[in-house]
């Protein structure tokens, strides 16, 4: 329980790696406030799961006016934040639009920046920042361009912000998940996707959630103190 008395906030954590992410946090005895999109069903299912450990809210990342409600719940005072929350439209360059470049990079990069600002304000000294970032911003794949994109932007704002909280002993890292057992990875891949992933991994299978999680709970807990700046690729030895 070695968050005990820690408060967390984790965006987009009604499913996948951010449901992972919320289980673990609230496991290690953090109170953990997650937001959500869509299935309320499935929030509120994590919600009782977790026994007065967690709070859901709804917050769409499209609309950066939602950060007020997001924040409602954390209270004064707030130790961790994980900015899971992304989408990914998959469609090639060429019927790419306007529109698509603003949703997505308002959702996958303006949002969470703009939650590492408000989170530091109310972050005691030594807080923990993980933001989620992907494998594909250094394993190019046809369909994923403005995925790739708004994540490599992610991954520079965390280095950047690493070396503007560090005075107050605040880390901020990135992880990298690879190919990794999601609704999202099955929506925007082909069949045959996950067979070819396995065969590029060296431990020869997706990843888990679960795996990814346990990435995080390493940078947030007391032995990831020395670890800031950094963007850490939890793939199972993808190899490309």
Do not use: C
């Amino acid at each position: 329980m070695m968050l005990t008395d820690k408060t967390a906030l984790v965006t987009g954590g009604s499913r996948g790696i951010g449901r992972a992410i919320v289980r673990r946090l609230a496991a290690d005895g953090a109170r953990v406030v997650f937001s959500y999109r869509e299935g309320k069903d499935a929030a509120d299912e994590l919600v009782r799961e977790l026994a007065g450990r967690a709070v859901a809210v709804r917050a769409d990342q499209e609309d950066v006016g939602t950060i007020d409600a997001l924040f409602e719940p954390v209270g004064e005072s707030l130790d961790i934040v994980v900015n899971n929350a992304a989408v990914n439209p998959h469609r090639p360059i060429a019927e790419t639009t306007g529109d698509d470049f603003d949703r997505v990079l308002t959702v996958n990069t303006k949002y969470p920046l703009l939650v590492m600002r408000r989170a530091e304000a109310l972050m005691p000294d030594g807080g923990r920042i993980v933001n989620v970032s992907t494998l594909n911003t250094v394993l190019p794949a046809p369909g994923h361009a403005l995925y790739a994109a708004s994540k490599a932007a992610l991954e520079r704002l965390t280095s950047v912000a690493a070396r503007e909280f560090g005075p107050r002993g605040i880390t901020v890292n990135s992880v990298s998940p690879g190919a990794t057992d999601t609704d999202l990875f099955r929506e925007t891949n082909p069949p045959e996707a996950e067979e070819q992933a396995k065969m590029l991994t060296a431990l020869g299978r997706l990843g888990r959630p679960e795996d990814i999680a346990n990435v995080v709970a390493l940078l947030i807990g007391p032995d990831g103190g020395w670890i800031t700046g950094q963007n850490l690729r939890a793939s199972g030895g993808m190899l490309f």
